[in-house]
């Protein structure tokens, strides 16, 4: 393999790495800004939930820049393409439950297509 083909290989799991920690800053502001606003459900202290949040964010950052393994983006996207049937259901005023409005929604999914696109760069190498 040659260096530069390495150094592409590279590039797309840091790419992948920092979109992924910016999704989560994004969803960390999220709660807190849901919080704030009484929407956020009682499932138990908000700050613990944040730093729960906030581990995971900075776990996964850091295994996708240090160790580069093209299983840990797979997995990652597998789990992050669960949210679609949520998000897509919230964009599209197919869950009455929510109270949130279907432009957040569809932001959200916005948010999760990019990430989902930058994991499976890193993750297939496309």
Partial sequence: MSGAAVDGRDRKFRQAAIVYLHVGVLYEAGIVALWRAGLMPDRGPVGLWLLFGALIVGGVTWALWRYRSPWLPRVV????????????????????????????WRLALVVVLVNLGFLARAGWDL
């Avoid at 789990?79 to 432009?103: K, Y």
């Fill in 77 to 104: 996207w597998a789990l992050h393409a669960l949210r679609l049937p949520a998000v897509l259901a919230g964009a599209f005023g197919l869950n009455a439950a929510t109270t949130l409005p279907a432009e957040l």
